[in-house]
Structure formats: C-alpha cells, structure tokens
T-cell receptor, first 115, second 115 residues
C-alpha cells in the first residue's frame, strides 16, 4: 500500500519569507511524486512533479520541491512567499513501477501568508 | 477548450434519493477519475476509468456507480444518498492509459449536501 503524510495542517509565514510545506511518502516501487494547489472553491491545480532525474524540481509560480529518497520526503519550497500563495496544498504519490496504479493524496496543508 | 467540466456546482439531496453527477472533458484524455474531498482527509479515489468501456473501483466505491460509454463523459451515480456522502466531489482526467504519469486535470467540483 502507498501513503502520503503531510504533518502540518497549517503553515503560517510572513510575506517575503521562505516557505516550506512538508511531505513524506511510502510506496513499494519507484515513487512518482506530485504537488497540487487548491484555491478556495476551485479544483486542484498541478504545481510540479518528480518522476526521475534531478532531485530538485522546479514548478509553477516559483515553487520547487526536493526529492530525498533516503528520508522519503518531497518538501515543497519557495524562496519568497506571496500573499497570493495562500491556499491548500496537496502532496500525492503513485507507484511508478505499476502502470495501473492510482494517485494517493495526503490530507493537505493550508498555507497562510500574512502581509 | 473548456477542460474538465462538472455539473451541478451544488446539490442538496434527501436521504435515499438518487442522482447523477456529470463530468465531461474535451481534451481526449483516456484516463478519468472521481474523488471526494473531506476535511483533513485529502482526496479519496471513488472510481476510475482507463478508457471508454472500462471502469474500476478506487478506495471508497461503496454507494457509487460509474459508466464510461464515451471518452468524453464519466458520470457518477449515487444510488441511495446517505448523509455520509455529504462531500465535495471532483472529477479529473489525464492523458494515457497509465494516467499520463499522474498529472491530472481537475474539474471545479460539485458540493453535495445530503440531509
């Protein structure tokens, strides 16, 4: 079975400061990892993914994430937060060795960026 | 190109009533899925389809039926609504039989309240 843990229900950060949203995963095969963002009353939007290659992945809106295999983590980061980054963020994983495998989502982390 | 569309946006049902949530995509994606989103639980997969005529169960399929007669449409049927089915429902699609390496495009959601 595969699973995702997002240990923080909410992350608060001041505008202009760096932000980190944490994610750890468990999967038996090769991990394919994803971050999605959800703004109020909207569907989820894809931010970035790690399939293979460089451990540092760059995505939309200045976000990046670092894949750490030994720590089974895929933390989302941004060097300088904006108020408009305030949203709900979801980490997701699937087993890349299983073509029929589906995505499993974490419980979500609410990011609050204060002016 | 409308992407993934869902109707209705909001619905109130009485216990025992049945209804169909509509989902359509115009991107010619093979893979489509239905999730429900509940507070603190992330998104849980209800049913999915890897192509027209093919459907399978996800993590929480009980009380729901799906069919996929065309590539574009993937309706979700609630057979006999229960208060436990109060949730926000999201439809998603992605290209490729293996889910397009997992990158999914989400609809705006349907908010369902069962009294």
């Amino acid at each position: 079975a595969q699973s995702v843990a997002q240990p923080e229900d909410q992350v608060n950060v001041a505008e202009g400061n760096p932000l980190t949203v944490k994610c750890t995963y468990s999967v038996s095969g090769n991990p394919y990892l994803f971050w999605y963002v959800q703004y109020p009353n909207r569907g989820l939007q894809f931010l970035l993914k790690y399939i293979t290659g460089d451990n540092l992945v760059k995505g939309s809106y200045g976000f990046e994430a670092e894949f750490n295999k030994s720590q089974t983590s895929f933390h989302l980061k941004k060097p300088s937060a904006l108020v408009s980054d305030s949203a709900l963020y979801f980490c997701a994983v699937r087993d890349g060795d299983n073509a029929g495998n589906m995505l499993t989502f974490g419980g979500g982390t609410r990011l609050m960026v204060k002016p | 190109n409308a992407g993934v569309t869902q109707t209705p946006k909001f619905q109130v049902l009485k216990t025992g009533q049945s209804m169909t949530l509509q989902c359509a995509q115009d991107m010619n994606h093979e893979y489509m899925s239905w999730y429900r989103q509940d507070p603190g639980m992330g998104l849980r997969l209800i049913h999915y389809s890897v192509g027209a005529g093919i459907t399978d169960q996800g993590e929480v399929p009980n009380g729901y039926n799906v069919s996929r007669s065309t590539t574009e449409d993937f309706p979700l049927r609630l057979l006999s609504a229960a208060p436990s089915q109060t949730s926000v429902y999201f439809c998603a699609s992605s290209p490729g039989m293996s889910g397009g390496l997992g990158t999914q495009y989400f609809g705006p959601g349907t908010r369902l309240l069962v009294l």
